[in-house]
């Protein structure tokens, strides 16, 4: 079974500018959870979304937005980025709440 | 919110040796707590796990210790190989919901051949 997969692997932006990230969780996994890891830091919750619907929000501005689609992949969108939001996304799947599984990140760097 | 803290932020050991990594956390209410190992360029990879219900768990060289009174838990691992470096988290979730897990700010295990 292929694991978590997100695209882009990398992406460059200026800041004001606005980006979308893509997860694809594992087949069969209905919960969806995104992280942001800046360098030297653990992973920071921002969002978790099971069944298309958002269980929780961590402590990130409304610049920070999501949603999960019918097909259980989702999106993360951020607006107007500041340079500190240069970091790795990381999004992880897990079939309900239990054991989440981490897809390899989205590097974003804000210039 | 959860608040998780993690000891040492590094750590270097002989092969052979043992390692130990220790997290402490906030909110009583917090059930699961996974550790995970990151590879430098790499995801986070869960390596072993424990509930609230259970005090010790082992995995082969890996074991890991909660004390729920005194609001911690260690990660043990034995018999260190030079594979086995890398950037160890712990994390702690509210219920068992792994999926809004808070995490400490990293161990960097370095196992000197």
């Known amino acids: 079974d292929a694991g978590v997969t997100q695209s882009p692997t990398h992406l460059i932006k200026t800041r004001g500018q606005q980006v979308t990230l893509r997860c694809s969780p594992i087949s069969g996994h209905k919960s969806v959870s995104w992280y942001q890891q800046v360098l030297g830091q653990g992973p920071q919750f921002i969002f978790q979304y099971y069944e298309k619907e958002e269980r929780g929000r961590g402590n990130f501005p409304d610049r920070f937005s999501a949603r999960q689609f019918p097909n259980y992949s989702s999106e993360l969108n951020v607006n107007a980025l500041l340079l500190g939001d240069s970091a790795l996304y990381l999004c992880?799947?897990?079939?309900?709440?239990?054991?989440?599984?981490f897809g390899p990140g989205t590097r974003l760097t804000v210039l | 919110g959860e608040n998780v803290e993690q000891h040492p932020s590094t750590l270097s050991v002989q092969e052979g040796d043992s390692a130990v990594i220790k997290c402490t956390y906030s909110?009583?209410?917090?059930?699961?707590f996974p550790w995970y190992k990151q590879e430098l360029g790499k995801r986070p990879q869960l390596i072993i796990d424990i509930r609230s219900n259970v005090g010790e768990k082992k995995d082969q060289r890996i074991a890991v210790t909660l004390n729920k009174t005194a609001k911690h838990f260690s990660l043990h691992i034995t018999e260190t190989q030079p594979e086995d470096s890398a950037v160890y988290f712990c994390?702690?979730?509210?219920?068992?919901?792994?999926?809004?897990?808070?995490f400490g700010d990293g161990t960097t295990l370095t196992v000197k051949p």
């Open positions: 994390a702690a979730s509210i219920g068992t919901n792994a999926g809004k897990s808070t």
């Open positions: 992880a799947s897990s079939p309900r709440t239990d054991t989440q599984y």
């Open positions: 909110d009583s209410a917090s059930n699961y």
